[in-house]
């Protein structure tokens, strides 16, 4: 079992970055496949992007495809989200996902573990 924590989110201008952390509990982390989602008001949560257990292999949503970076740190139990060129159509709750798997899911419902959220918020 894992358990994950988010942090970095806030409220920031059009074009501004930030980094969201996720940080996991466990000694098995590096078995888990790790995810980001996002919720917007009044919207299903989607999939935004997600890495392998090496870290060697990254997927993205379109929208976000050359703006957001994920990355990780097996050693740290660490998953972060860069995100550069924030937009307005950004703004919602970000989550981190686990999965222990070597497929790089991106449907919710395919996710065994998730943080809290972490609450990102763009104004024009």
């Known amino acids: 079992q894992v358990q994950l924590v988010e942090s970095g989110g806030g409220l920031v201008q059009a074009g501004d970055s930030l980094r969201l952390s996720c940080a996991a509990s466990g000694r098995t982390f590096r078995n888990y496949v790790m995810a980001w989602f996002r919720q917007a008001p009044g919207k299903e949560r989607e999939f935004v992007a997600v890495?392998?257990?090496?870290?060697?292999?990254?997927s993205y949503i379109d929208s976000v495809k050359g703006r957001f970076t994920i990355s990780r740190d097996n050693a740290k139990n660490t998953v972060l989200l860069q995100m550069n060129s924030l937009k307005p159509e950004d703004t919602a709750v970000y989550y981190c996902a686990a999965r222990q798997s070597v497929i790089l899911f991106t449907s919710t419902s395919e996710y065994q573990y998730w943080g809290q959220g972490t609450q990102v918020t763009v104004s024009s």
């Open positions: 890495i392998s257990r090496g870290g060697d292999t990254t």
